[in-house]
């Protein structure tokens, strides 16, 4: 019997997705605070504590906290928002992400019912899926993992959507087929991929090439999501454009670049 609620969904846009949620009576959908786009006026919003998939029932205060704190190692909240319709007729929610990018629906019974992804990935999930922290127990990603070392675990029967900068690609690993990749762009995984992070090999390549100097190994069999655009990447690159700029307009939209009209015609 399914746990999770089932909802339905409808992703609109193309390069800034967002995504418009289903509910009957009385079904929910869990998301991080501020995700939020809009909602029919039945649909009651309400903060909660953890996750809401009851994965902590009967393990009292303590272990509830216990449960909940873990949220807290990734850097989220202690607590999700939960969106239900208490409505007669069904009614919709929608969620969209701070920056440009795809969403993407996942149905966990696809992938064995668990998917290891990005902690700042995950946008929302029917009620009854389990959010929590998955550990690498890998030294290599434990200690120079960066993005990857704290990964979120969704774990259950239902709908989970991600959120990714760019474009997405989906890849399927065969037996003993590995992957190298940037650990920011690295959006998820299934549970069967063995992931590490290994140093480039190559000093002059780590010093000069700009790639860092330690990469993702993903070996298959699963399937792994990449992203082209990571958050951070796009991030660095406007924060060095405007260290550059000095916080002044250089005239970079003119053909006559810093040079003003006045200063050619003059100043009367």
């Given amino acids: 019997m399914q746990k999770a609620h089932e909802v339905d969904y409808t992703l609109y846009?193309?390069?800034?997705?967002?995504?418009?949620?289903?509910?009957?009576?009385?079904?929910?959908?869990?998301?991080?605070?501020?995700?939020?786009?809009?909602?029919?006026?039945?649909?009651?919003?309400?903060?909660?504590?953890?996750?809401?998939?009851?994965?902590?029932?009967?393990?009292?205060l303590m272990g509830k906290l216990m449960g909940a704190g873990k949220r807290v190692i990734t850097g989220e909240s202690l607590f999700m928002?939960?969106?239900?319709?208490?409505?007669?007729?069904?009614?919709v929610v929608a969620f969209a992400a701070p920056y440009p990018?795809?969403?993407?629906?996942?149905?966990?019974?696809?992938?064995?019912?668990?998917?290891?992804?990005?902690?700042?990935?995950?946008?929302?999930?029917?009620?009854?899926i389990?959010?929590?922290?998955?550990?690498?127990?890998?030294?290599?990603?434990?200690?120079?993992?960066?993005?990857?070392?704290?990964?979120?675990?969704?774990t259950g029967d239902g709908l989970a959507f991600?959120?990714?900068?760019?474009?997405?690609?989906?890849?399927?690993?065969?037996?003993?087929?590995?992957?190298?990749?940037?650990?920011?762009?690295?959006?998820?995984f299934t549970?069967?991929?063995?992931?590490?992070?290994q140093f480039v090999g190559n000093i002059k390549s780590a010093l000069f090439g700009g790639e860092g100097l330690f990469l993702a190994t993903l070996r298959g069999p699963g399937y792994v999501w990449l992203q082209s655009l990571p958050f951070s990447r796009m991030a660095d690159r406007i924060f060095a454009a405007s260290k550059k700029a000095g916080g002044e307009s250089k005239g970079e939209g003119s053909l006559l670049g810093g040079i003003g009209l006045g200063n050619i015609l003059g100043n009367d």
Avoid at 116 to 128: E, H, N, P, T, V
Avoid at 191 to 197: L, M
């Fill in 191 to 197: 549970k069967e991929v063995d992931y590490d992070v």
């Fill in 81 to 91: 928002s939960s969106f239900t319709n208490k409505g007669n007729n069904k009614c």
């Fill in 13 to 60: 846009g193309d390069d800034m997705q967002f995504v418009e949620i289903g509910l009957d009576y009385g079904e929910s959908i869990i998301a991080e605070a501020g995700a939020m786009m809009y909602m029919d006026s039945s649909v009651e919003m309400d903060s909660i504590f953890g996750d809401g998939s009851n994965k902590d029932a009967g393990k009292g």
């Fill in 162 to 188: 991600l959120h990714a900068g760019g474009m997405v690609i989906k890849k399927e690993l065969l037996p003993g087929e590995m992957i190298k990749i940037d650990t920011g762009c690295l959006v998820a």
């Fill in 101 to 128: 990018g795809k969403v993407i629906p996942m149905e966990l019974t696809d992938y064995n019912g668990q998917i290891i992804c990005q902690r700042d990935s995950f946008l929302c999930s029917a009620k009854g």
């Fill in 130 to 154: 389990s959010i929590e922290i998955a550990f690498q127990k890998k030294i290599g990603a434990g200690l120079f993992g960066g993005e990857g070392f704290i990964m979120q675990k969704l």
